[in-house]
């Protein structure tokens, strides 16, 4: 395990309704269910990018983030939170917009996954 990996995560799959289980009103209902829990991470805020900026969104906080093993299903969507008290995004949930694998195998003992995660700011409690 690497030094670095001081948090530790639940990973989330979220999935949405079909037409046929849509709420009443024929909204549209999303589910999760916990992939992971535990997992080894270490997070690092991330530098905004000059398109970012230039497409005024300035305020999207965007989060580096490292996990191991290297060969979890981890995808574009799920959601993370972290689980260690006091660290910065403690009970906070980052969206995952990017997975890349890392530069080792996935069986390597050191192998990982470099997530590029966004926060999510929720505007009512039920979506």
């Known amino acids: 395990m690497h030094q670095g ?38 997070l690092q805020d991330a530098q ?17 983030c490292l996990v191991e093993p290297g060969t979890l299903d981890i ?16 009970n906070q949930r980052l969206r995952v917009v990017q997975v890349m694998a890392g530069i080792t195998a996935p069986g390597h003992p050191h192998a990982h996954l470099e997530l590029k995660l966004r926060r999510i700011v929720r505007s009512r409690s039920q979506q």
Do not use: C, H
């Open 5 to 42: 990996m001081w948090s530790r995560l639940t990973v989330f799959r979220v999935t949405s309704s079909t037409p046929s289980n849509d709420t009443p009103g024929g909204g549209v209902l999303n589910t999760e269910d916990v992939l992971y829990e535990g997992v080894r991470a270490a």
């Open 48 to 64: 905004g990018t000059q398109a970012l900026f230039e497409q005024g969104l300035e305020t999207v906080k965007m989060v580096d």
């Open 75 to 90: 995808r574009e969507r799920d959601e993370v939170m972290d689980t260690v008290p006091g660290n910065v995004y403690y």
